[in-house]
């Protein structure tokens, strides 16, 4: 086996256990240049992938290699930045466009622009005003375990203005700080370079201001405004979907920043793939840099954001309360900081100091089990089958095809996690199966979860999925 062959079998294990965006991002043109004794040498593109490996895949990758190699005295991983030589394709570059299908970044000429950004949108030029929210920079942003791709990507991306990840398309349920990011790419920018040309606006307005200008006759305003920035940041992308007209100026908006090397930075509910009539051609732009999800903050991160606000605040809170907080408000950032907003709120018009028992008096009504009012095991059926690209009637049925099988067992975990539901009665539902067959499912996927990044992702993005409907 030489070092091309070993490396190509490392990415195939390394694949079943990373999200797509992960696996894409950080391990592609990356590839083995030499392996001799206990010693490999990976060669990295660049110093950020370089740095990133080193702290956050390094074990992972070292006992990849070991399986593969079958060499378990195999002990040090030596990263080195190294471009491939021009015409020699390293085989990750092959397997990473194999596996995602993705096109080429087209590099052209920078366009001349002419003119201040004006007339439309949240603009920030030489001649316009910056409506970005100045609170939110990545000094503010608290990242967690399910954060730490989305805002390690930003921040490349405001030091490398369209030279780095272009697109990037972040990712996630509501409140989670998809746009405290956005904006901290904005704001990041402006401190680096005061005359840059930055556009901020949510998907709704460049769709409202793109109509009215159609109307008005002004087309040729809208375009000049959207195509001579340095910088477009669209929130909430996902509502472009059943506007063919709007679609159509946001393809080629796109499509002439991208080829003058100018950044795009979109966010959205949901991939691209998974946005409903949104056309092809542009789910393929929006997967041509890079994708980061952001997931639920764990109990630590929510811990530490809750550390974080009071100290903004400049009020104290006994850890015991903060705890608390942190246990009862799970789902995203933006209910966690309304539940510590009307504990001080409450307290401070009261005139005296929050204890557990007050906070948990106070906070009755934002328990965990909130979030799961009213679900069904229809809705979870209907949900699990759309994510996976599977039809309810064969989550029914009988076939215990592979594709199949592993939905199923999603959708019997999820039905005891979320409705806690009993064995036989999940048996019922999923086409009268057996109790023991729902026992042997949950506890599968429960064991998986603790050691699969990408299983986890999957759950938290299906939960999203079924309570955001």
Not at 71 to 81: C, D, F, Q, S, T
Not at 88 to 102: C, D, L, R, T
Not at 229 to 243: A, K, N, P
Request: include cysteine.
């Amino acid at each position: 086996m030489n070092t091309h062959e070993l490396w190509q079998a490392v990415l195939g294990e390394l694949e079943l256990s990373l999200s797509k965006a992960n696996f894409t991002t950080w391990f592609k043109n990356t590839f083995v240049s030499s392996f001799e004794g206990d010693r490999v040498v990976i060669s990295v593109p660049n110093t950020f992938t370089k740095a990133w490996l080193e702290k956050k895949y390094n074990a992972t990758i070292l006992k990849s290699l070991q399986n593969v190699a079958k060499n378990p005295r195999l002990r040090e991983i030596v990263y080195k930045v190294d471009m491939r030589p021009m015409g020699q394709q390293p085989m990750s570059e092959q397997y990473a466009m194999a596996v995602n299908g993705a096109a080429q970044t087209v590099t052209a000429p920078t366009i001349t622009r002419e003119g201040a950004v004006s007339g439309y949108g949240q603009a920030r030029g030489p001649n316009g005003d910056s409506r970005l929210n100045a609170k939110y920079t990545f000094d503010t942003f608290i990242v967690g375990k399910g954060s730490e791709l989305a805002h390690a990507a930003a921040l490349a991306v405001a030091e490398n203005l369209g030279m780095k990840y272009n697109p990037l398309f972040i990712y996630g349920g509501v409140g989670l700080g998809k746009t405290h990011l956005l904006q901290a790419i904005g704001n990041e920018t402006l401190r680096r370079k005061q005359d840059a040309k930055i556009l901020y606006v949510t998907c709704e307005t460049f769709t409202n201001e793109f109509i009215h200008a159609v109307k008005t006759g002004h087309g040729k305003d809208f375009k000049d405004t959207y195509r001579a920035v340095d910088l477009l940041m669209i929130d909430d992308i996902q509502f472009l979907t059943g506007r063919d007209g709007t679609q159509e100026e946001f393809f080629h908006t796109f499509n002439a920043l991208h080829e003058a090397n100018k950044q795009v930075v979109l966010t959205s509910d949901r991939p691209p793939k998974q946005i409903p009539a949104l056309e092809n051609r542009l789910i393929s732009r929006f997967e041509w840099g890079m994708m980061a999800d952001i997931s639920s903050p764990d109990f630590e991160t929510r811990i530490a954001i809750l550390e974080t606000k009071c100290k903004e605040r400049n009020y104290e809170l006994d850890q015991d309360i903060i705890r608390h907080i942190a246990t009862m408000v799970q789902s995203n950032v933006r209910e966690l900081e309304g539940a510590l907003n009307k504990v001080i709120a409450y307290h401070q018009f009261k005139n005296n100091r929050p204890t557990l028992e007050s906070t948990r008096s106070l906070l009755s009504s934002f328990g965990p089990t909130q979030s799961k009012k009213n679900v069904t095991a229809k809705q979870i059926i209907t949900t699990v089958s759309t994510y996976f690209d599977v039809t309810s009637d064969e989550m029914l049925g009988k076939c215990r095809e592979k594709r199949l099988a592993f939905p199923r067992q999603v959708i019997m975990y999820l039905m005891r996690e979320e409705m806690s539901a009993s064995f036989p009665s999940i048996g019922n539902e999923l086409g009268g199966r057996d109790h023991t067959t729902a026992m042997h499912a949950c506890g599968k996927i429960k064991g998986e979860l603790e050691n699969s990044p990408k299983l986890r992702q999957d759950i938290d993005l299906i939960k999203q999925r079924l309570y955001n409907a």
